[in-house]
């Protein structure tokens, strides 16, 4: 008897750990189309019509796509009756039937009114933002029927959507053979130095993506519809319904003593969590709230818009090299999430300040691209590229911490809210930079990109 106990402890290890491996496979379907194609700006924005400007156009692209998320939660709210695993496979096969034909018709370029445009590469980029925009409204709360610690492998697996297709950038090359591109009457002209010294063209490259998508909607296949880790599934699920029931069937106790006491999380020693609490102030909860849609604003929406600015004067290894050495922190700080949650109000407002800071600086950087400070010094490279890095992994972190608290409440669908408020956040500041890169004057090529009419 002792055995089998053993013998069946052991099974429901080995399917813990499958279920964390296919989970985090599934985490990377959420970005790794759109990561893919943002690390691949440098290569693209050499040929693309749209020059310096091609990462405003992509950013307001993958925004548009929230019109997606925005039907799904008209949906919710007349409580239509949706099956969410048929929804995400959907979209895991349209965002992988994308980037296969991306493979192909990159570099295609349509003429609308006697300009150019890189029209099929924006159709394919929305069909894959698709997927991204609804991971947040649609895949996390997905995983509420899992054990909490499943959240963290989601976003490890998030954080390798970037990783991946960064080790194949690397592969692919970051020698640094060309110098600005160079524009006449508006038109791109092409000149020798243009080309790179790649290991790989981008149709291989996005060839890649499309496996590792394929992949990752196997692997969700697999872990909705099969029978031995839906029973797994299963367990998580009653267990959180058990502890519902038991924090409900306690509330409804302490109401028949006549006794008024609210639940919130403790403010106590500047601490969001509290053993016998799972509930947030109404102060809190929107703090946090406005504080991921801010975080959101300029991590999804804003910087990616400005990073050519900031990095390219440097030189495109400097821009190669931030794209992808920023993708690789987001997964190491879901890493420390495992043994290092913050729950101090301190140190996330810390964070939030440091935050500001480094963003303030790579902004200064895209403001004075004509002439930015250390321009012709490796400290400058060196110091563009570490501060892109460090932004966009601390920002992924103070996401993470504050998603990772509105989990361990108990206030219904919070997740789904968390994830329209992190769209909202995403949308309002792709508009905002599209609408000051392409309108305004603020954000300029460097002298020696553009070469003046004849």
């Known amino acids: 008897m002792v055995d089998v106990t053993h013998e069946s402890k052991r099974c429901n290890g080995k399917s813990y750990i499958v279920v964390h491996l296919l989970i985090i496979l599934f985490g990377i379907s959420a970005w790794i189309g759109i990561n893919g194609i943002f690390i691949q700006i440098p290569v693209l924005i050499n040929t693309s019509p749209e020059g310096w400007a091609l990462p405003t156009y992509l950013v307001l692209v ?19 009756k949706i099956n969410e695993p048929w929804w995400i496979v959907c979209l895991l096969a349209s965002g992988s039937s994308a980037m296969g034909l991306l493979s192909f018709f990159y570099s295609e370029i349509t003429i609308i009114n006697g300009v150019q445009y890189s029209l099929v590469l924006f159709v394919l980029t929305f069909f894959n933002a698709l997927v991204g925009c609804f991971s947040s409204v649609l895949f996390m709360p997905y995983l509420r029927n899992f054990n909490e610690r499943f959240l963290i492998s989601y976003f490890i697996g998030e954080g390798l959507s970037g990783v991946l297709p960064s ?34 063209s981008p149709s291989e490259y996005f060839l890649f993506i499309f496996i590792i998508l394929f992949l990752s909607l196997t692997a969700f296949a697999i872990v909705e519809y099969s029978p031995f880790l839906q029973n797994s599934k299963h367990i998580h699920k009653s267990v959180s319904t058990v502890f519902d029931e038991k924090q409900i069937n306690v509330s409804h106790n302490h109401a028949s003593d006549g006794v008024q006491r609210t639940k919130h999380y403790s403010l106590e020693r500047d601490s969001f969590l509290h053993d016998n609490s799972k509930y947030l102030t109404k102060q809190m909860r929107n703090y946090l709230f406005i504080l991921l849609a801010i975080c959101c604003f300029f991590s999804n929406g804003f910087f990616p818009s400005i990073q050519s600015y900031s990095c390219l004067p440097y030189g495109n290894t400097a821009y190669k ?22 729950s101090n109000i301190k140190i996330i407002n810390y964070l939030s300040i440091v935050c500001l800071a480094i ?14 400070p250390l321009q012709e010094t490796k400290l400058g490279i060196y110091l563009v590229i570490i501060s892109w890095t460090l932004l966009m992994g601390l920002i992924s972190y103070l996401k993470l911490i504050i998603v990772s608290v509105f989990r361990s409440t108990m206030f219904p669908k919070i997740l789904f809210y968390a994830g329209v408020i992190m769209q909202a956040g995403s949308a309002s ?10 309108f305004t004057n603020y954000f300029e090529m460097h002298d020696n990109c553009a070469l003046m009419d004849n």
């Open 429 to 438: 500041g792709a508009i905002f930079s599209f609408v000051t890169i392409n």
């Open 167 to 200: 080790v194949i950038a690397l592969i692919q090359g970051v020698e640094d053979n060309t110098e600005c591109a160079t524009f006449k009457n508006n038109t791109h002209v092409e000149s020798p130095s243009d080309s790179f010294s790649l290991n790989f």
């Open 321 to 342: 090299l931030s794209v992808t050495f920023a993708q690789f922190a987001n997964p190491l700080v879901c890493l420390l999430a495992f043994w290092f949650k913050v």
């Open 359 to 372: 963003g303030s600086y790579v902004t200064y950087l895209a403001l004075v691209s004509r002439s930015p």
């Open 62 to 80: 993958i925004q548009t796509a929230n019109f997606g998320p925005l039907l799904y939660t008209i949906l919710q709210y007349f409580q239509c």
